[in-house]
T-cell receptor, first 116, second 115 residues
Framework: DGGITQSPKYLFRKEGQNVTLSCEQN?????MYWYRQDPGQGLRLIYY???????QKGDIAEGYSVSREKKESFPLTVTSAQKNPTAFYLC???????????????FGDGTRLSIL | GNSVTQMEGPVTLSEEAFLTINCTYT??????PFWYVQYPGEGLQLLLK?????DKGSNKGFEATYRKETTSFHLEKGSVQVSDSAVYFC??????????????FGGGTRVLVKP
């Protein structure tokens, strides 16, 4: 079955460390997205990518970095510059283009990051 | 940019009660609305969507009608079950090449159904 795989499900980080969250999709989608979700709140867009080797900042990109070397993969690095990294991180993918606005995003099961 | 406002929770109901979650939006383009559901510890799942004005999306007993005149996409279910306990998100995407498929989310509404 096609879908989005995020790993690991739980991740712990020491202060000052960078950590990378994995996101892989086999839906053949062009676009991929990273969101942050804090307890009791909605989703905020961190970064998104429309095509391989290209990505754009979302609303809260500071302290995060991404790469898009393959269509299937969009890893997110939480750097030590992110002062409050504890959150639930969700990856999504979708088709992209002029007439894609009514196509849904498909989500992974998320990675919960905690600071030790 | 677009914005989505949905009623704050938590909403607590008894089994078989009627559920309504209000969602209104402001948008500058030609938006398409969605409802997503999130069960504890999981990602978001698409619940239903609409494409054009007066479209009614439906799935698993849930319904929502896209009302352009009131810029709303309220979610309803006639008889809820304990298994419907979750967080529900209203979201909006915009058409057009520049917008692509970026989504704007509401803050989510937690629903708790008691037996």
């Amino acid at each position: 079955d096609g879908g989005i795989t995020q790993s690991p499900k739980y991740l712990f980080r020491k202060e000052g460390q960078n950590v990378t969250l994995s996101c892989e999709q086999n839906l053949n989608h062009d676009a991929m997205y990273w969101y942050r979700q804090d307890p009791g709140q909605g989703l905020r867009l961190i970064y998104y990518s429309q095509i391989v080797n290209d990505f754009q900042k979302g609303d809260i990109a500071e302290g995060y970095s991404v790469s898009r070397e393959k269509k299937e993969s969009f890893p997110l690095t939480v750097t030590s510059a992110q002062k409050n990294p504890t959150a639930f991180y969700l990856c999504a993918s979708s088709v992209w283009g002029r007439v894609s606005g009514n196509q849904p995003q498909h989500f992974g099961d998320g990675t919960r990051l905690s600071i030790l | 940019g677009n914005s989505v406002t949905q009623m704050e929770g938590p909403v607590t109901l008894s089994e078989e009660a009627f559920l309504t979650i209000n969602c209104t939006y402001t948008a500058t383009g030609y938006p398409s609305p969605f409802w997503y559901v999130q069960y504890p510890g999981e990602g978001l799942q698409l619940l239903l969507k609409a494409t054009k004005a007066d479209d009614k999306g439906s799935n698993k007993g849930f319904e929502a009608t896209y009302r352009k005149e009131t810029t709303s996409f309220h979610l309803e279910k006639g008889s809820v079950q304990v298994s419907d306990s979750a967080v529900y998100f209203c979201a909006l995407s915009d058409h057009g090449e520049a917008a692509g498929n970026k989504l704007t989310f509401g803050g989510g509404t937690r629903v708790l159904v008691k037996p």
